[in-house]
């Protein structure tokens, strides 16, 4: 099959942009959708690349070897939520104000078009089982997002992994079944795993979107004693850390087994991936990689990070091309066959072509990253260039310097320039924060 036979199969153009319409075979069903969020995950935090001799996924590792590891997958934000704004809409967030994680107390804007509000429309039942993080108030609950199951809490950031009982005055922080607030009992990484595979059992006649954002491993520092005792690192947060890394390993397995069970595993598109880099705070391992969370260094945008679609993709391939989680909602779309809604920009693009080995081409012309804080970063090809707390620009060659130890902006001030005078020209397009700081939040607005 030469390539443009290849990719009119797949629906999508000889350019590698999606073709409109998308026309399946009249036999075959649309393929039902996963996506496994982890949070703050370590790079070297998964046994399928190269990790410390403690770190052990088996089932993660099972998963990631039925589908392609993408090497250069990046989270859209050094922290939480702000991936997740970036995962739901395929839209550069900071698009719509979203920066940083407090913005997640305003919330997802409500004229923003959700995945789940795409595949609902589309015919496919739709659940979310986990941390949600994109807005507290009932206009931003994930039932009003275009989901119709919600198991979880609705942010901050963490969550205890044991005290799952209610908490009407700190509503944030409590477990709700869709808009109601719940007393649970368990350990949370072993409940979401509960409440997807049930949703699995009831779904597995129609075309679904399970999205399975866990909070494993983000602080508390909590798992199950038996697991923590089963490590022995002379780190005492590290052995809590690999218990909690066991445990969502575990949940994983537990999900793909049901997939498998229930006889959907081969129409099954899935995506893994983590929200951030590793946090220093939790003793996590971002080998090779330098800084962490809250970094725009690659330890806190770089991630683990593969897709998996058997029969569609080749099994233990790697793909090198820089991704980033907003391309996660044009594949599926590209793959389900809903055309993008017109009148908005998305920045992310259908992976499938190079997933697929389809094309030579660059996905994304660069990549970009802002807190609205004073530091940033942008990608193109193997060049990155950073402004952070050092108040510096510095540039890296990341194709010779993964870890990134040579800052190369005094021999190349004119790759500098250019890559600056393209970060400020990406964040003239986008919007101010949706949230004010709190150091201005009780001035009044200047005039203009």
């Known amino acids: ?85 970036g995962l739901m809409t395929g839209r550069y967030q900071q698009r719509f104000g979203f920066y940083t994680a407090s913005d997640s107390r305003a919330g997802l804007p409500v004229d923003e078009i959700t995945l789940a509000d795409l595949l609902k429309k589309s015919g496919y039942r739709t659940g979310i089982f986990g941390k949600w993080h994109l807005g507290l108030k ?22 205890d992994y044991f005290d799952l009982s209610s908490k009407e005055d700190a509503a944030h922080n409590a477990i709700y079944r869709n808009q109601e607030i719940i007393n649970d009992t368990g350990y949370l990484t072993d409940n979401l795993a509960r409440e997807a595979v049930g949703f699995i059992e009831q779904n597995k006649e129609d075309p679904f979107f399970l999205y399975l954002p866990f909070n494993a491993v983000h602080a508390p520092l909590q798992a199950p004693e038996e ?20 445990r969502m390993d575990l949940a994983v397995g537990n999900v793909v087994n049901a997939l498998k069970e229930n006889g959907v595993w081969e129409n099954t598109l899935i995506f893994y991936f983590s ?18 969370k809250q970094q725009v260094y690659e330890g806190g945008l770089r991630v683990p990070f593969f897709v998996s679609w058997p029969g569609h993709l080749e099994a ?27 009148g908005r920009i998305y920045d992310g693009v259908n992976m499938l072509p190079v997933l697929q080995g389809k094309t030579d081409g660059a996905l ?32 890296y060659d990341l194709v010779a310097d993964i870890g990134e130890k040579n800052d190369l902006a005094d021999q190349q001030p004119e790759i500098v320039q250019r890559l600056q005078e393209k970060f400020k020209a990406w964040r003239s397009q986008m919007a101010p924060r949706i949230r004010k700081p709190r150091r201005n939040r009780r001035k009044p607005a200047q005039q203009n």
């Not at 001799?53 to 589908?67: F, K, M, Q, R, Y």
Request: aromatic share 8%; hydrophobic share 35%.
């Open 316 to 342: 233990g391939g790697v793909c090198d091309e820089p991704v980033i989680c907003m391309d996660v909602l044009p594949t599926v779309c590209a793959a389900v066959g809903i055309p993008l809604p017109e």
């Open 138 to 159: 009932p206009e931003y609950h994930p039932n009003k997002r275009g989901f119709d199951e919600f198991y979880g809490f609705l942010g901050h950031g963490g969550h």
């Open 364 to 395: 994304h012309d660069a990549l970009y990253w802002d807190g609205d804080s004073g530091t940033w970063a942008i990608r193109e090809g193997k060049w990155k260039l950073t402004f952070s707390k050092s108040k510096k620009l510095e540039l």
């Open 1 to 85: 099959m030469d390539r443009r036979t290849a990719l009119k199969t797949l629906g999508i153009g000889a350019s590698g942009i999606m073709a409109s319409p998308f026309v399946w075979a009249e036999d075959a069903k649309r393929p039902n959708i996963v996506v496994i969020l982890s949070d703050d995950q370590g790079f070297g935090d998964v046994s399928y690349q190269d990790h410390p001799e403690e770190v052990h996924t088996p089932h993660i590792d099972a998963l990631a070897n039925t589908g392609v590891r993408m090497t250069n997958g990046y989270a859209s934000a050094f922290v939480c939520a702000p991936t997740r704004a």
């Open 275 to 292: 929200d951030n880099g590793g946090a220093r705070a939790t003793h996590a391992n971002n080998m090779p990689l330098r800084g962490y």
């Open 227 to 246: 697991d923590i005792k089963s490590f022995d690192t002379g780190d005492p947060k590290r052995d809590i850390l690999m218990g909690m890394l066991k």
